[in-house]
């Protein structure tokens, strides 16, 4: 158990929806980190947060977009969902953000299915 | 950006040591070495990072060449619990927060 939690575990949806993800990071981790993993694609890195504020950006769709709470949750909402949305979220935490060497702690996954 | 090569697969037996390799030709001097492992049906795991020495933990070493060119994450005695992707991740000033996977490389171990 890594200390991160998803919710909900499984999500299916129709196309054109819009859902919402939500991950508690490690009790003490500034920093939440989302991810994407296709069986096409692998795991990509989407967005990150640091103390409520947006860090780095990667290769996330302008139809996804992402907060970090004053409580340190965060959410990964996704619009307007596409059959190649499908795939499994991870959310990651760390202590800090600039730190090399700071591991990054992974929660269970959302698993996302669109039909 | 600095990129890795891995090995597609890898098989082990149980209870006998693993050496997964890593290539990264194009490492930068700041770029930090890390390790994770992703198990079937969960999020990936940290496992190990260094910069230039060889670096022990509990769960695994890893091994560095003097050039930094390569390194090898050892599984001293791998259990069937082991069996996961393995993936070498270079970390450096530019993208420390984004971690690049690749595919990794997948290894089975056989009771």
């Known amino acids: 158990d890594s200390g991160v939690t998803q919710t909900p575990k499984h999500l299916i949806t129709a196309t054109g929806q819009r859902v919402t993800l939500r991950c508690s990071p490690r009790?003490?981790?500034?920093?939440v980190y989302w991810y994407q993993q296709s069986l096409d694609q692998g795991l990509q890195f989407l967005i990150h947060y640091y103390n409520g504020e947006e860090r780095a950006k990667g290769n996330i769709l302008e139809r996804f977009s992402a907060q970090q709470f004053p409580d340190l949750h965060s959410e990964l909402n996704l619009s307007s969902l596409e059959l190649g949305d499908s795939a499994l979220y991870f959310c990651?935490?760390?202590?800090?953000?600039?730190?090399?060497?700071?591991?990054?702690?992974f929660g269970p996954g959302t698993r996302l299915t669109v039909t | 950006d600095a990129k890795t090569t891995q090995p597609n697969s890898m098989e082990s037996n149980e209870e006998e040591p693993v050496h997964l390799p890593c290539n990264h030709s194009?490492?930068?001097?700041?770029?930090?070495i890390h390790w994770y492992r992703q198990l079937p049906s969960q999020g990936p795991e940290y496992v190990i990072h260094?910069?230039?020495s060889n670096v022990n933990n509990r769960m695994a070493s890893l091994a560095i060449a003097e050039d930094r060119k390569s390194s090898t994450l050892i599984l001293h005695r791998a259990t069937l619990r082991d069996a996961a992707v393995y993936y070498c991740?270079?970390?450096?000033?530019?993208?420390?927060?984004?971690?690049?996977f690749g595919a990794g490389t997948r290894l089975t171990v056989k009771p």
């Open positions: 194009t490492i930068s001097g700041t770029d930090y």
């Open positions: 260094g910069l230039t």
């Open positions: 009790s003490g981790d500034l920093s």
């Open positions: 990651a935490s760390s202590v800090g953000t600039s730190g090399l060497s700071y591991e990054q702690y």
């Open positions: 991740i270079l970390r450096g000033p530019k993208n420390n927060n984004d971690m690049r």
